[in-house]
């Protein structure tokens, strides 16, 4: 199953934005997916995550501002983000946790969030 993020754009602080993560296929397929972001000369970090059938995570930095969900019908999962700030300028990527762990996973191109003082 391919995943490919969109909806980052250019936000002053305090904004929102809703990041959608469509599949290729059925979401059923990926029992833990996760949004992750990465900034240059950074490592990528975890931000949300959602279990199959459980309560997601969240990184200590986006909780209470940082939603997952997702639509099964629609095979997609999004990102609300509420109360942004300068520190959540990024590049977004959704990715199968598991994948990842396993190092096998691959990423796309991401969605570029920006965030103005």
């Known amino acids: 199953v391919q995943l490919q993020a969109s909806g980052g754009g250019w936000v002053q602080a305090g904004g929102s934005l809703r990041l959608s993560c469509e599949a290729s296929?059925?979401?059923?397929?990926?029992?833990?997916l996760a949004w992750y972001r990465q900034t240059p000369g950074k490592e990528r970090e975890l931000v949300a995550a959602?279990?199959?059938?459980?309560?997601?995570d969240y990184a200590e930095a986006v909780k209470g501002r940082f939603s997952i969900s997702k639509d099964n019908a629609k095979n997609t999962v999004y990102l609300q983000m509420n109360n942004l700030k300068p520190e959540d300028t990024a590049d977004y990527y959704c990715?199968?946790?598991?994948?990842?762990?396993?190092?096998?996973?691959?990423w796309g191109q991401g969605t570029q969030v920006t965030v103005s003082s």
């Open positions: 959602l279990r199959l059938g459980g309560s997601p």
């Open positions: 990715n199968d946790v598991k994948r990842v762990a396993m190092r096998l996973a691959s």
């Open positions: 296929g059925s979401l059923f397929s990926i029992n833990y």
